[in-house]
């Protein structure tokens, strides 16, 4: 095997690519029962009877310990920033960029979930990346109307 180190002289590649297919996702009954309850705005995760971690958003099984979950409990609507992108390139159906996307540790949650944080100054993107490099507190901000769909809420960057 040959060992070698990369150099400079090597161009960037980059590799076009398109998505565009249609798909039906089964829930199943965990995730099933998390989207009824986002109509009621309310999160919830399930329990795994193992370990006892709470799973949000709530699955049909602990990703740790491989059991089958069969509880469900809500929780906070509050929760830590634990990491993030900032978007800069525009994606169908979402918000014009920049726009930051992140996985929150809610409250009484021990898995986090992915949604949309809003509230964070994106004029300077290095300021931005900073702030929430130092896991800010978000606060769960539902829309009027809830489809029980992952869109019915996204994250506010909790100035309190």
């Keep these: 095997m040959n060992v070698f180190t990369p150099t400079d002289e090597a161009p960037l590649v980059t590799i076009p690519g398109e998505w565009n297919f249609g798909y039906h996702y089964f829930a199943g009954e965990m995730a099933s029962r998390f989207f009824h309850e986002l109509r009621n705005k309310r999160i919830v995760g399930s329990i795994c009877p193992s370990c006892r971690r709470v799973l949000v958003p709530a699955r049909g099984f602990c990703d740790a310990c491989f059991v089958a979950a069969t509880e469900l409990r809500e929780v906070g609507l509050h929760g830590t920033v634990e990491t993030f992108t900032i978007l800069t390139e525009p994606f169908p159906k979402l918000p014009e960029p920049p726009l930051v996307v992140g996985l929150v540790l809610l409250d009484g949650a021990d898995s986090a979930v992915l949604n949309a944080i ?3 100054d994106l004029d300077d993107l290095d300021a931005a990346a900073k702030l929430l490099l130092s896991g800010p507190r978000v606060r769960v901000e539902f829309r009027d109307e809830c489809e029980g ?11 309190s």
């Design 149 to 159: 769909r992952i869109t019915d809420f996204h994250f506010v960057l909790d100035e």
């Design 118 to 120: 809003t509230g964070v």
